[in-house]
């Protein structure tokens, strides 16, 4: 189930969480604002996700594996809808603020009862899919896996802890990079060596 091989980009990965702390002291604070160039390049990373798990539906012979990449494309898609905060942050105001829900006319009134069946919808398809028999046909590079826990937890404790080391949007922002490259690792690595059953 596991793939226990230590692969060269991990050292990548180590050397970047000390270069955040270091590099977040020389970059404007601006640089992790709303539609900013490290929010556009997650998007980026989110948008290749999307395309994976098409790539995975449109190969894979298996009927019951299009569910679970049909999950996996939503999945991306539902991250990506997030980032962007439900459209908002397309709408930033002239202060630099999004708009309030009940300024978005009918989308504020239908945004989050769709998000909740977007949801509803991803787990309908990972249960359709027998997403537990779909791990039993795929390796997962575990240390991949454990640093995306790691990217997860880091992207947490920035976000929700005050911390001495953790401040500000651009400790959490640049986690978040790293945390998306990871799934797109752990996406990318189970695409190509996909068992089909």
């Known amino acids: 189930m596991f793939d226990k091989r230590f692969y060269p980009h991990l050292w990548l990965l180590i050397i970047y ?9 020389f970059l404007p604070q601006n640089a992790a604002r709303e539609n900013g160039p490290i929010e556009n390049f997650q998007l980026v990373l989110l948008a290749v996700g999307i395309y994976l798990c098409w790539q995975g539906m449109k190969k894979t012979r298996g009927s019951m594996d299009k569910y679970i990449w049909q999950a996996g494309m939503l999945f991306y898609i539902l991250v990506f809808g997030r980032e962007l905060s439900w459209g908002r942050a397309l709408l930033m105001q002239s202060d630099g603020t999004m708009p309030k829900w009940r300024e978005l006319g009918i989308w504020g009134d239908i945004a989050h009862p769709l998000i909740g069946l ?26 991949d896996l454990i640093f995306l826990i790691l990217f997860i937890v880091l992207v947490d404790i920035s976000e929700h802890y005050n911390c001495s080391i953790f401040h500000g949007e651009i400790d959490e922002e640049l986690f978040e990079c790293a945390m998306y490259f990871e799934m797109l690792r752990v996406t990318g690595f189970v695409f190509k060596n996909k068992k089909q059953v």
């Open 17 to 25: 969480i000390p270069f955040v702390f270091i590099v977040k002291e």
């Open 118 to 143: 977007l949801i509803a919808l991803l787990l309908f398809l990972f249960w359709r899919g027998r997403f537990l028999r779909f791990l039993k046909t795929v390796k997962i590079p575990m240390w």
